[in-house]
């Protein structure tokens, strides 16, 4: 059963990524890259990952995604003023990816990982787990990234404001 | 004790004699300008006088067998190998000693009047006094490297005094010629020095003729070392093949001729060879070399004297030939024969050159013989000194010539019959070309310009007067060496004995010729001299012929006025070749291989700069392209190595 | 859900996440527009999420997880970031084009 | 600890200093702060910093050794002599100053959990907050398209090298079940090690590559160097590189301990081409930002030299290199400004017949650009020979050749400037350079002198 | 303490001749380059007194890694010290009269490169010697840059980059020498004691070194940048260049490639000595030919030092010796040439060799000081070069006879080209360049005067010199023998 669902969630993954990176018009791509991230959340779901997948589904597709739509929209961007790259370059790039993939995975070399035992705790990605994990473990990166966030909010509003 | 008195005795005006000139030269060289000009002369010339007092001073006081030998201070020393300066005065420097500064005196007061109206007059005493001072250093030195001072020294006096006339720039470049010549001969006298001190550890004349001695004859060592003194001789002495600066020397104003070419520098080469007798002497084959360049030299030079129209050219070239004989004594073995024949040639050769001098004085600066004729009624003292020593040259009996030249023919006699058939056939082509001289100067008429002719005079007594003083010499200079065979003693040979004898052991001993053989030879060199003599007459005299232009000689005269054509040779084989190799060093490696290979280096960087410049193109794109490939390029040498 | 980990070997996770991170990588470099550009970066950073959910999912820990927020918390962030910058790009040349933008070159 | 906490603090009340209307006194009330917090932070090189806040225990994310507390130093010098230089040069920006302060405490902030991290979610962040900050510095200027191209670009391509870096990350998670050093590197010292973490540490390592502007991941940085404000320039220039070198030493001298033999191969290629292309690219430069830029990429083949060889324990080497490069940049950067201000230009025209003009501006960037080519006495030539002598030991005689003569290479575009600035003819614009430049430059070239003449005590910081 | 006064002078002198200003300088540096000879004088008399010991100095510098302020003066040191210290002076005194801009700016970088080069001659750490090295490359980069011709800027830099690459390259080998040292120092002692260096390292270590010192001295083929910056250079700074720091590549041979590198010696050093006498030949072949007054006595100069350094090579005391007398005398001499070279070149306005002529017509002075300036470089008996030429030539003998032959050739091509130089600029008839000569001037005639006394005394009584030299030479030569 989950192995199947794996199967589906993986292939709609990949077409929708393909999706975003072919897709003519900008807002098609937006529009894959939120199925994309929902395939992503089922993922989480099946990979014991509940609380990472709702959080996922909230910043990305209700946040991140909403921002690149506003911003699609706001520049009036279509499949007439996309611009494209020569059909060479195109195909140079898939090339270029697909060695990159094929290199990975050599250097990866991709076999057997090391056994796990079962059965695993199951609440791994339960809200209680990570939030205990968060606020022990990981409470100077939570701290710290808080000044990434300051930076980044101070930056946006300079960058984009009005003026002059 | 008393030895040591005597010593000291001696020492004191031993140091005076190379002293003298040194102060005439430096007191002339610095204040000289500050003088009035004849003082400057006088002054240079007694400093020579007072060298040669105090040569003669020694001359009478050494006892014989007792060399001085000063020791003055340690030149040059490395590991253990010390090469000191000192002085070392044994009969065959005295003889020269008293050579140099003799007709140096003598030739010093001829040019106080001969160059009175220079206006380089105290430069050139300035010059000359240097140039005695070297030549005594030259003869005075108890080692090869002292010698070898004194011997570049005068090299250098001789380039200064060549170029004289320093703003014509032919003079200059006869000069250089000299010099350069000069040094190819010293590379070869270096080149000798380093073995001895490598291989006798020393450049003392007894220890290096003690070790020599020790490794007995015919040693390819001291043949290889004896012959690259004589290389360095050869230079000096103007031999084949480095014999055509000499003539070009003539350049310099006459005096020097007389005094440097003549007399004294260009015998160095033969002090220097009797010095190492005894190396000589060990090997034969040098010897052989020495005959063999001597006779060429001899030969050749005296035929090209044949056809040669400038009076000090025609001197310079029987120079030459007259050395070529002195060599040809040495190759023999016959040290003092070789020397005895230095001594008389600088006699009537200074005498010869100082007379042609006082002819140019008398014609203001002519010195072509075709452009002379009938100087004997109006130079008188000139024309009988010149014909005296033209006599003595000629070995006509009883002058100087005759003894020593007779005495190099008798060796030769007995070395080898075809020897001494060539040297006196050159013998007999010097009386030929030298009477030639005589004959077209002095006899018929006048055949310069009337405004010349109006002008000539007999220079003044400062100048006839060394020209007498040389006559003498050249009339008696040769009773010093009566043939021993004859029954007298050979006074000069007798002296020299003590430095020649230890090289006796290692040559040919030739049996006495008979006194008939002997008294034979002689009559018919004097004969044959004689009839030459009286061709010359003939031809010059009662025929009145003339040497013709330049431009119209064919043939055989062609080549020889033309000096066979060796400066055009060496022209052509060494100074055009360095010249084109110089061009060629510099454009072709210099600039073309190492530079551009440099030059290169510098443009590959900066090409391959260019070049990468131009992936910064400025698009991201292509920048995230280029990343992603070189990912995978170091992600791929990660997954193959 | 235990039996996902079970069911499926944990290669496949390590292929799709490579696999989604080289697309992100293809469309980088498949497009002009900045924008997409930008989605295919979130593209990759999404590959680099499930692969570390995966890994966490497998090795029992949920270091992993956490470590997702963080990348989340910079994504969020470099978006705000990025897109602000376009926005004064757009104002300045009317384009998203990043071709358009090789002033600076050599 | 409290450095890191400190300088957040000054961060903040820099943004208030807004609010409070403090502009006029902000920049002296930075440095003063900025010199408070350099010297707290040599008050912990003795005394280990508390770790703990409440009963949460930090040991797994930070780790504050000499290391870490000689590299914040240099970091916060390095701050404090750009944020003299910004005094001047926001001096008609001033309603944003307090915001490009503040951002530019952050990216310090960023640097500093740089040096300390101990734990790879650390390293992340700090990376991020020092380049985002960065990026928005970068295209501050809102109406210079050249300053928008440049902080896009920049941008961009971070944003994408992040990508790797994460997917490294999450590679070596997957290997070593965690992001914590101790644990990564008992990892490394148990088992055998599987694949996937070599291919990890990789990725990491291009994404840091890409950090110092190594071949073949430097192509931002002339590009983004040349748009750039010339301060941030500075700013990248300095700060960013020494922090990421400090980075990369750090993960490699405490995580992926004995990793280093592995990645030999690749380091060796990527400094050789880093050497030649950017030496053989500067030498076509015109623009002296681009030359610097370079330059930079230069320095940064050499630095990794003390990467490779980090079996001998470089990190003296590698921080004596930082802090000579970093002043001589800084001090460079001091007197370019002004002469580019007034003269308008960034080319090295600008610079035509300086000596004439004020020959001791002439005389300071000679020795600043004599320093970075490493002509002795001055400090730049101990960094490369320390260098150098380090990569030696360690067995890279060839590469030191190679580096000696990329090296020599280097000399020709240093000079160009210096030919500039005494043989051109110069032209009639003056040249003001202002208090603050001027303090900068002297502070910076006593230090480089000072530093060249008696190196010990720097040298000796990390022994 | 000595060493540091000696040391130190020159860079006091420098900082003060800069801020003295343009119309002092010049005699303040005059004043304390006397001064400094004088001391130089002073230690000298020490030396022969007391020895080695009251010079050396021992001092921490930088511990880890570890380099001493190592100084000291032996024989060859004290040697180098006086050549240096003997020519400056002449060298600042030859500046005089001299329209010089920026004169204290001059001065200074003369004084301060003495200073540099100094310290190259008394160090005894690699290390500490290696930055004195490179910090000569500096002052005379930049008197060259803004006091010398035309070309400067391209032909300096290339100059300068050139030297650099080579002396980067024997920092390398430093570096490495410091490693297999097992006390890890640059201690000249121990390392010219080190055994531990096999003989494949020193292969490659010799050239690492000896190419350093190639370029310096310069040895064909490494001396393409020499004789552009010679006629580019103002004629201080050529003076400098060949007078003494051209000495710094020969004294390096000495002191850091012979007992450093012993084996790298033997096996690599006779293909380094025939590089110097096909130098010697190829250079004076070109001056044979040069129509340029600087460039001909750049080339000569070449042809000079490329014996000098043969006499390195041959490991003989005899050519060792020579070198070093050599090195004293050609500075002497090509420091004396270069200067009648900027007399002409100053008053004529032209340094080609075919305008000139017939000076000696109209300057008398000049030409007496010029010709024995001449003849000490064609190496006449009684002058210096004499014995220098006459040891390094029984050293080459002593090491093959052929070599020696072939190097031989250089006191005739030598005379070949001084004397064609020497008569196409003096002799002959003056041309309009030169009509106008004047002669030498009071300054003009100490220098020449100086040098010519030089010359002399130095020709006739070498000893001193050969005698400061020969225990140091000795033992260098052991150690370069022995391992």
Wanted: proline fraction near 3%; hydrophobic fraction near 55%; aromatic fraction near 14%.
């Amino acid at each position: 059963m989950s192995f199947y669902l794996f199967v589906i969630l993986s292939v709609l993954t990949l077409c929708s990524a393909f999706a975003v990176v072919l897709a003519k018009n900008p807002m098609y791509s937006v529009l894959s890259l939120i199925v994309c991230f929902f395939t992503v959340a089922g993922h989480y779901v099946l990979l014991n990952a509940q609380f990472l997948a709702i959080v996922h589904i909230i910043v990305y597709a209700g946040a991140i995604m909403v921002l690149f739509l506003f911003v699609v929209m706001l520049l009036n961007l279509n499949s007439e003023t996309e611009p494209h790259k020569d059909n060479m370059l195109k195909v140079a790039a898939v090339i270029t990816g697909g060695l990159l993939f094929v290199v990975l995975i050599a250097s990866i070399k991709a076999t057997e990982l090391g056994t796990f035992s079962l059965p695993q705790k199951s609440n791994l990605g339960y809200v209680e787990e990570v939030g205990k994990k968060l606020f022990t473990d990981y409470l100077l990166p939570f701290e710290i990234s808080s000044v990434l966030f300051l930076s980044a909010m101070i930056g946006s509003v300079v960058l984009a404001k009005k003026e002059k | 004790m008393n030895n040591l008195l005597q010593d000291t005795a001696l020492i004191f005006p031993a140091l005076l004699i190379p002293l003298f000139p040194l102060i005439g030269f430096m007191v002339n060289g610095v204040f000289g300008k500050y003088l009035p000009k004849q003082i400057t002369g006088w002054l240079a010339s007694l400093a020579i006088l007072g060298s040669f007092i105090c040569a003669a001073y020694l001359f009478l006081n050494m006892n014989k067998g007792s060399n001085i030998n000063i020791d003055m201070f340690e030149w040059i020393s490395f590991a253990h190998i010390q090469i000191g300066f000192g002085f070392l005065i044994d009969p065959l420097t005295l003889i020269m000693l008293l050579v140099i500064t003799g007709i140096g005196f003598l030739i010093h007061l001829y040019s106080i009047s001969y160059m009175h109206e220079d206006e380089g007059f105290t430069r050139f005493f300035t010059y000359l006094n240097m140039f005695v001072f070297f030549m005594l250093l030259l003869v005075m030195g108890n080692n090869y490297l002292v010698m070898f001072i004194g011997w570049e020294g005068v090299g250098l006096c001789s380039y200064l005094l060549i170029g004289f006339w320093f703003k014509n720039n032919a003079y200059n470049n006869a000069a250089k010629k000299a010099f350069i010549m000069n040094r190819i001969g010293d590379l070869g006298f270096l080149l000798g020095m380093f073995f001895m001190l490598f291989y006798f550890g020393s450049l003392n004349y007894d220890v290096v003729a003690n070790e020599a001695a020790k490794l007995g004859i015919n040693n390819s060592l001291i043949t290889i070392t004896t012959i690259l003194l004589f290389v360095g001789a050869s230079g000096k002495s103007a031999q084949i093949p480095l014999y055509t600066w000499l003539p070009d020397a003539m350049a310099g104003p006459t005096p020097v001729s007389a005094l440097i070419h003549a007399a004294t520098m260009v015998t160095a080469g033969i002090y220097m060879i009797v010095r190492s007798n005894v190396l000589f002497a060990l090997s034969p084959i040098t010897l052989e070399v020495i005959l063999i360049v001597g006779i060429l030299t001899s030969v050749m030079a005296a035929i090209i004297g044949l056809l040669q129209n400038d009076i000090k050219k025609v001197l310079a070239y029987s120079t030459v030939s007259q050395l070529g004989l002195m060599f040809c004594a040495l190759g023999m073995g016959a040290f003092s024969s070789g020397m005895f024949h230095v001594v008389t040639h600088a006699f009537f050769k200074a005498l010869l050159f100082l007379g042609s001098g006082s002819v140019i004085h008398a014609l203001h600066g002519e010195q072509d013989i075709r452009n002379m004729g009938g100087l004997a009624k109006y130079t008188k003292v000139t024309f009988y000194t010149f014909f005296i020593g033209s006599l003595a040259i000629s070995g006509i009996f009883p002058f100087a010539g005759f003894f020593s030249k007779d005495e190099i023919l008798a060796h030769a006699f007995q070395e080898n019959i075809v020897v001494w058939i060539i040297l006196t056939t050159s013998s007999l082509i010097t009386a030929f070309y030298m009477f030639r001289l005589v004959y077209l100067t002095f006899f018929n008429e006048f055949r310069g310009t009337e405004d010349v002719k109006k002008h000539i005079h007999e220079s003044p007594a400062l100048m006839t007067i060394p020209l007498v003083v040389l006559t003498i010499l050249s009339v008696i200079g040769g009773f010093m060496g009566l043939p021993e065979g004859l029954g007298f003693t050979h006074a000069f040979g007798n002296f020299l004995s003590e430095v020649t004898a230890p090289s006796l052991p290692y040559l040919k001993q030739h049996q006495h010729l008979s006194h008939a053989t002997e008294i034979g030879l002689m009559i018919f060199a004097v004969v044959a001299a004689l009839s030459m003599i009286v061709w010359a007459r003939i031809k010059y005299v009662k025929n009145k012929e003339l040497p013709a232009a330049d431009e119209s000689l064919t043939g055989l005269n062609k080549i020889i006025s033309n000096k066979f054509y060796v400066d055009e040779f060496y022209n052509n084989i060494i100074v055009k070749p360095i010249t084109v190799l110089s061009d060629l060093f510099l454009v072709l490696i210099d600039k073309l291989i190492i530079d551009l290979a440099v030059n290169a280096t510098a443009w590959v960087v900066s090409a391959t700069g260019k070049t990468l410049r131009l992936l910064q193109n400025g698009n991201t794109g292509f920048y995230v392209f280029a990343m992603v490939i070189g990912m995978i390029v170091l992600l791929l040498i990660r997954v193959i190595l | 859900m235990n039996q996902t980990l079970e069911a499926v070997p944990q290669n496949w996770y390590l292929i799709l996440s490579t696999l989604l991170f080289c697309i992100g990588v293809i469309g980088v470099l498949f497009r002009r527009n900045a924008i997409i550009i930008l989605m295919c970066i979130e593209l990759m950073l999404n590959s680099v999420n499930l692969l570390l959910v995966a890994f966490s999912a497998y090795a029992g820990n949920n270091d992993g997880q956490v470590f997702v927020f963080f990348i989340m918390v910079v994504a969020a962030a470099e978006v705000a970031v990025g897109l602000a910058l376009l926005m004064s790009i757009y104002r300045n040349i009317a384009s998203t084009d990043i071709n358009v933008l090789n002033k600076l070159k050599w | 600890m409290s450095t890191l906490l400190y300088t957040s603090l000054l961060g903040l009340c820099c943004m208030l200093a807004e609010v409070l209307n403090l502009r006029k006194l902000l920049v002296p009330l930075v440095i003063i702060g900025l010199s408070f917090i350099f010297w707290v932070n040599f008050q912990e090189w003795n005394t280990p910093s508390d770790l703990t806040i409440g009963p949460v225990s930090l040991a797994n994310m930070v780790m504050f050794d000499h290391f870490s507390i000689a590299f914040s130093g240099l970091a916060i010098i390095i701050a404090i002599l750009l944020f003299i230089l910004s005094a001047n040069y926001y001096s008609n920006e001033e309603k944003n100053l307090s915001d490009y302060l503040s951002i530019l405490i952050f990216a310090l902030v960023g640097a500093l959990v740089m040096f300390s991290f101990a734990n790879l979610a650390m390293l992340f962040l700090g990376i991020e907050i020092l380049s985002i900050s960065i990026y928005i510095m970068a295209g501050s200027r809102r109406f210079d398209k050249r300053s928008n191209e440049s902080g896009f670009k920049y941008f961009l391509m971070g944003a994408f090298a992040s990508g790797f870096l994460l997917f490294g990350i999450a590679l070596v998670y997957g290997a070593a079940g965690s992001f914590e050093f101790s644990k990564i590197t008992q990892y490394l010292n148990s088992s055998d090690i599987h694949p996937m973490f070599h291919t990890g540490v990789l990725l990491i390592l291009f994404a840091l590559l890409f950090k110092v502007s190594a071949v073949p991941f430097h192509f931002w940085s002339p590009d983004v160097y040349e748009g750039a404000p010339v301060l941030i320039t500075a700013f990248m220039s300095t700060l960013v590189k020494v922090a990421a070198f400090g980075a990369i030493y750090r993960l490699f001298n405490t995580a992926f301990v004995g990793i280093i033999p592995f990645t030999e191969p690749i380091l060796y290629a990527v400094i050789i081409a880093t050497l030649f292309v950017s030496n053989a690219i500067a030498l076509q430069q015109q623009n002296v930002k681009r030359m610097l830029a370079y330059s930079g990429i230069s320095h940064a083949g050499y630095m990794l030299i003390a990467i490779l060889s980090m079996i001998n324990k470089t990190d003296d080497a590698l921080y004596f290199y930082s802090v000579s490069y970093a002043i001589a940049t800084i001090g460079l950067f001091a007197l370019v400004i002004s002469t580019f201000k007034s003269n308008m230009s960034e080319q090295f025209e600008a610079f035509n017949g300086l000596s004439k003009k004020n020959p001791f501006a002439a005389a300071a960037i000679t020795i600043f650009l004599l320093s970075m080519a490493g002509i002795p006495p001055l400090a730049g030539f101990f960094g490369k020979y320390n260098l150098f002598s380090e990569a030696v030991s360690a067995g890279y005689i060839n590469l030191v050749i190679i580096a000696v003569i990329n090296s020599a290479i280097s000399i020709y575009y240093y000079f160009k400037m210096i030919l500039a600035m005494y043989t051109k003819p110069a032209d009639e614009k003056p040249l003001v350079i202002t208090g603050s430049y001027w303090t900068v430059a002297v502070i910076c070239l006593l230090l480089t002198i000072i530093i060249g003449v008696v190196p010990d005590s720097l040298m000796q910081l990390l022994r | 303490m000595m060493t540091i006064y000696i040391l130190l002078l020159p860079l006091l002198a420098s900082l003060i001749a800069l801020a003295a200003g343009n119309k002092f300088a010049s005699r303040l540096a005059l004043f304390f380059s006397a001064a400094e000879l004088l001391l130089t004088v002073y230690a000298y008399i020490i030396f022969t007194k007391e020895g080695y010991a009251p010079f050396a100095i021992q001092h921490a510098w930088i511990s880890s890694p570890s380099i001493s302020i190592n100084m000291g003066v032996d024989g060859l040191s004290l040697l180098m010290v006086i050549l240096t210290n003997l020519i400056s002076p002449l060298i600042i005194l030859s500046a005089f009269n001299r329209n010089i801009e920026n004169a204290s700016r001059y001065f200074a970088l003369i004084l301060f490169m003495q200073f540099a080069m100094l310290g190259v001659f008394i160090s005894f750490d690699g290390l500490l010697y290696y930055i004195f090295w490179e910090l000569a490359l500096i002052p005379i980069y930049f008197i060259a840059l803004n006091w010398g011709g035309k070309n400067r800027v391209a032909v300096t830099l290339k100059f300068f980059i050139y030297t650099l690459a080579g002396s980067l390259l024997m920092l390398v080998g430093f570096i490495y020498l410091y490693w297999k040292n097992p006390n890890h120092t640059f201690n000249w002692h121990e390392l010219s004691a080190l055994t531990n260096v096999c003989s494949c390292d020193q292969s490659w270590l010799f050239w690492l070194i000896f190419i350093a010192f190639a370029i310096k001295i310069p040895i064909v083929p490494f001396h393409t940048w020499q004789a552009d910056t010679y006629s580019e250079s103002p004629t201080q700074g050529t003076m400098l260049l060949s007078g003494i720091m051209l000495k710094m590549g020969i004294y390096s041979l000495f002191r850091w490639l012979l007992p450093i590198v012993p084996a790298g010696v033997a096996q690599w050093g006779p293909l380094a000595l025939t590089l110097c006498i096909i130098g010697v030949v190829y250079a004076s072949v070109i001056a044979i030919m040069q129509g340029d007054l600087k460039r001909l006595l750049a080339y000569s100069s070449l042809s000079h030092v490329g014996l000098i350094a043969a006499g390195v090579f041959v490991l003989n005391s005899s050519g060792m010796q020579g070198a070093a007398v050599q090195m004293l005398a050609h500075a002497i001499n090509v420091v004396g040439l270069f200067y009648c070279a900027d007399i002409i070149i100053n008053r004529t306005g032209t340094s080609n060799l075919y305008l000139l002529g017939g000076i000696r017509n109209v300057a008398p002075r000049f030409n007496t000081l010029f010709m024995i300036v001449v003849l000490g470089s064609v190496a006449l008996p009684l002058t210096n070069a004499f014995i220098g030429e006459f040891l390094l030539l029984f050293g080459v003998y002593t090491y093959n006879t052929w070599l020696a032959v072939f190097a031989g050739l250089t006191i005739i091509l030598g005379a070949v080209y001084m004397l064609r130089m020497f008569q196409i600029t003096m002799l002959g008839n003056t041309s309009e360049h030169t009509a106008q000569f004047n002669d030498l001037s009071i300054n003009e005639s100490i220098v020449l005067g100086t040098i010519a006394i030089l010359i002399f005394v130095t020709g006739i009584y070498p000893k001193p010199i050969i005698e400061l030299v020969q225990p140091t030479l000795e033992v260098i030569l052991n150690k370069a023998l022995i391992k």
